[in-house]
Nanobody, 114 residues
Framework: VQLQASGGGLVQPGGSLRLSCTAS????????MGWYRQAPGKQRELVAFIRTGSGTNYEDSVKGRFTISRDNAQNTVYLQMNSLKPEDTAVYYCNAVPSLSRLWGQGTQVTVSS
């Protein structure tokens, strides 16, 4: 079953968005979960991930602005994005880390523009 990310939208620079993604229990409980993004003309990149034990890692460009969290009871992973910049514009996806090809969904579009 593909993972469906939600919560994207159009926001002005400096604004905030919160993305969410719910997985099956079997996926969620056994894997680190991550948020990836793909900007036009660029490769998909991992921007943040959270281990099953809740340790986190962030790509340098989002450190201090993005926060990843997981709700184990709801099998849901979140990405709180603050101080958004135009360069954060991309389609955002959730997946396991390492990613599982069968889980790629449509993603959710985040556009940061004035």
């Amino acid at each position: 079953v593909q993972l469906q990310a939600s919560g994207g939208g159009l926001v002005q620079p400096g604004g905030s968005l919160r993305l969410s993604c719910t997985a099956s229990r079997s996926i969620f409980s056994r894997n680190s979960m991550g948020w990836y993004r793909q900007a036009p003309g660029k490769q998909r990149e991992l921007v943040a991930f959270i281990r099953t034990g809740s340790g986190t890692n962030y790509e340098d460009s989002v450190k201090g602005r993005f926060t990843i969290s997981r709700d184990n009871a709801q099998n849901t992973v979140y990405l709180q994005m603050n101080s958004l910049k135009p360069e954060d514009t991309a389609v955002y996806y959730c997946n396991a880390v390492p990613s599982l090809s069968r889980l790629w969904g449509q993603g959710t579009q985040v556009t940061v523009s004035s």
